[in-house]
């Protein structure tokens, strides 16, 4: 592929000799004469234009270049559009495999291709051009969208909704019942959950996360949000739009999560609680009230991050001011005594 034609995929501008051949994208260190080498960092520009690569992927600060080069607005954005070209989706085979395991009255729509050992449950509804992999489950009257693609494992219980072009690592388990119980004279109830997941469009769930069903109503995962790995979503939460959520996150059950907003690493929001629209709670951070849209809380219980860092700040002074004060009392001491002997 030229990088002319590159270009044009990754919606950037192309500098310099537009003929060149790219048979890859590499890292700077395995640069070679067919590569195209992404440089996010503007310092590392001189050293990329210096090296085998055959073209660079800046971003708009970029230094100009004597290699041929794609300058992007958004030069992740573009990076991800380039690999994307190099590394298009594995095709399996449309069709439903011998070992797979699919219900008389399901319905499979066309180009549909289920792997060996899938299950596919009564009354299940499946797109156009969705791929069902190795010993994935669809439970009874669940529907997939179109061009969706559920890696092996996958468990989808009954019931659920899952949009189109939605991708679903291995391990991951929709539609489980939520943690609720009633506890009376001792003896934990077990509190029936008769509710669904409803997975919008364009969701991408990373693997060995649980998505728990509503308790009467749903649980609902916005249009676009992406989800790390290894996150637990409770009962009839709400994620908005274009959400993202970090590995190991924990959703507390009935909370929200707004449109754009970020949970980084770690991080967890408490049952009821909001996070508003475009907020970000940074890594490890317990969320016990709501948070604004567009703020940026830390810390447990989190709160504003600049106050936050105020505290951290504050609290790494404690053995300093400790010290100080256990010397001022002392002085003090010292005097009192000082003075009583000078009385008597």
Known sequence: ?????LALLAQAELIGFGEVEIHAVTDLAQAHPH???MVADVLRVPEADASTAGALLVGPGAPPTQKPALRARNVRAAFARVLAAFAPAPQPPAGVHPAAVVAADAQLGPDVTIGPCAVIESQVIIGPRTRVLAGATVGARARIGASSILHPGVTIYPDCVVGDRVIIHSGVVIG???FGYATEDGVHLKIPHLGRVVI???VEIG??????RGTLGETRIGRGTKIDNLV?????????EGAILVA???VGGSATIGPGAMLAGQSGVVDH???GARAIVLGRSGVTKDVPPGAMVSGFPARDHHEELRVQAAVRRLSDLIARVEALEARLASRQRGSRRTRS
Do not use: R
Request: zero cysteines; a negative charge; hydrophobic letters at 45%.
């Open 232 to 240: 637990q979503v409770a009962h009839n939460v709400s994620i908005g």
């Open 207 to 212: 693997a060995n996360t649980t998505i728990d």
């Open 273 to 275: 609680q909001a996070v």
């Open 176 to 178: 489980s019942d939520g």
């Open 35 to 37: 590569a195209l080498v």
């Open 200 to 202: 919008e469009d364009d």
């Open 248 to 250: 190991q996150v924990g």
């Open 1 to 5: 592929m030229t990088l002319a034609q």
